[in-house]
């Protein structure tokens, strides 16, 4: 018994001292890596809403984003806004190959992703979770702070 109270103190006591996630943090899996991962709240459940990050390829293979996944969500995909003539389009990017060396930003008025068919409100202040599958490194979950619903970047 005291061995067990003793690992959940422990346990208490790390998960205070890692401090929030902040859009600086970098995640890594392989030769991945994603930097300032962010996400715009929710003006309702009914209305789609977008998530950024930076993906780096620090080796020396190609690797593709295949799927983007949250539990909040009933669907996610890589899109990207193009402006044709003056006005925005957005489609589906399929997945998104980050080539040895490159670094993709995923940004307002380029790719993002974007987050329907919401299962609960993102709140500005709190923070969701994005599991990214890369052809090559893997799965990796993302931590994601949520900023204001027009919020350009990390605030």
Known sequence: MMVKMRLIVCLILALSLAGPVSAGDVFRIGAIEIEAPWARASIALTLPVAAYFTI???????????????????MAEVHHSTNDGGV????????????????????????????M?????????????????????????????????????PE
Do not use: C, W
């Open 56 to 74: 780096r390829n620090t080796g020396s293979e190609p690797d593709r984003l295949m799927t983007v996944t949250s539990p909040i969500v009933g």
């Open 88 to 115: 925005m389009r957005m489609t589906p990017a399929g997945p998104l190959e980050i080539a040895p060396g490159q670094t993709v930003r995923l940004k307002p008025g380029g790719y993002h992703v974007m987050m």
């Open 117 to 153: 068919k919401l299962r609960s409100p993102l709140k500005k202040g709190e923070r969701t979770e994005l599991e990214l599958t890369f052809e090559r490194a893997g799965q990796i979950k993302v931590p994601t702070p949520i900023f204001g619903p027009g919020a350009a970047g």
